[in-house]
């Protein structure tokens, strides 16, 4: 029985040394110390062992089960040690590698230069205004003199919703809906969306954008209509922008004009860019024709007001020579990442 017991000591010895997992380690405890294991198994032979080799074998015994239990016991701490050694070490973070950089958004072209185009006129003491999209034919059509036969509503090929509700073909509604509610003296500016029904191709889109101006106090003219408009292109397009100005026929404004600038591709000569013009238009204006004002309840006895009206996605493909106005609208990031 001692041969044997020594035997178990030797094997459970052997048997620890070579564990290397928890599991296993389990299975060696139930092996040698279980119920049903090999010490259990030998303690219950001590009944056949005389009253003179009991004691010394009991403490063997016990000796053999302590020694076994208290390897179990360190083992198991050593290999729970070497676990967490090893996770810490494959999860270890090295603060030193570089981090991925996010990737930033930034405004649309077009919304940069519409926002270069608020400053320009926030700076000459304008305000900026905003009116509904979806719009009353009177406000876009009727108080800006344009009645249901005037041939002007021909060129703008409105979305109708129903025969008094339409999608706003311009920005000139909102100087109707500023003057009807603002006693002068008024001085703002009214960008925004507007809607025409063209086939898309590479210099039309039914959705575009205008920034409407609009200006009425006593006293005001033509002068000041010119004065004001210079001193914008040469803000937005540099000190030694040349403009012109053409007279025109607008149904709102009397006198009315159209605002060239000259060609910065060719100076003037004429070129591709400016379809061998030498100038390109920029806007639209004129001074506030008295039937306008008489419509809103102003007195064009007393006030008077110039008005313009300036196509964004035109300003922006000439400042970045974009020759497509699709391209604003498809959001290609290769595109929109150039800005
Ligand atoms: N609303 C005009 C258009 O869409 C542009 C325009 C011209 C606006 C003259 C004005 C103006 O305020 O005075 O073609």
Redesign the pocket.
């Given at each position: 029985m001692k041969t044997a017991l020594e035997q178990i000591k030797l094997q459970a010895i052997s048997a620890l040394e070579s564990c290397h997992d928890i599991k296993e380690l389990d299975d060696i405890r139930v092996k040698f110390l279980g119920k049903k294991g090999e010490l259990t198994g030998i303690l219950k032979m001590m009944g056949k062992l005389t009253a003179e080799e009991r004691p010394a074998m009991g403490q063997l015994a016990n000796e053999v089960r302590e020694l076994i239990e208290s390897s179990v016991a360190s083992k198991l701490q050593s290999l729970k040690a070497e676990a967490m050694e090893a996770k810490l070490s494959s999860e270890r973070i090295d603060v030193t590698m570089p981090g991925t950089k996010p990737t930033l958004g930034k405004p649309h072209p077009l919304t940069m230069v519409m926002d270069e185009i608020k400053e320009i006129f926030l700076g000459m003491g304008f305000s900026v205004e905003s009116g509904p999209e979806v719009e009353l034919d009177y406000y876009n059509f009727e108080a800006l003199n344009i009645p249901k036969d005037h041939p002007a509503r021909d060129t703008q090929d409105t979305f109708y919703i129903n025969e008094n509700i339409v999608l706003r073909?311009?920005t000139?509604p909102v100087?109707i809906r500023v003057m009807e509610k603002t006693e002068p003296p008024i001085r703002i500016i009214a960008p925004g969306r507007v809607y025409r029904s063209d086939a898309v191709d590479a210099t039309h889109s039914p959705l575009f954008h205008?920034i409407?101006?609009l200006v009425v106090d006593k006293g005001v003219t033509m002068a000041d209509l010119k004065g004001t408009l210079e001193i914008f292109v040469k803000q937005l397009y540099g000190e030694d922008a040349v403009v012109r100005f053409r007279p025109h026929h607008?149904p709102?404004?009397e006198p009315?004009a159209e605002v060239d600038v000259m060609c910065f591709s060719c100076g003037g000569k004429g070129c591709r860019l400016c379809k061998g013009e030498g100038w390109i238009e920029i806007l639209?204006?004129?001074m506030v024709h008295p039937k306008v004002l008489q419509n809103c309840g102003i007195d064009p006895e007393v006030y008077s007001g110039f008005?313009?009206?300036l196509g964004l996605e035109r300003v922006v493909m000439r400042r970045f020579n974009i020759d497509d106005l699709r391209l604003f609208f498809e959001n290609d990031l290769r595109f929109l990442d150039q800005f």
């Open positions: 073909t311009q000139s100087q205008q409407e101006g607008f709102f404004t009315s639209g204006c004129g008005a313009f009206g």
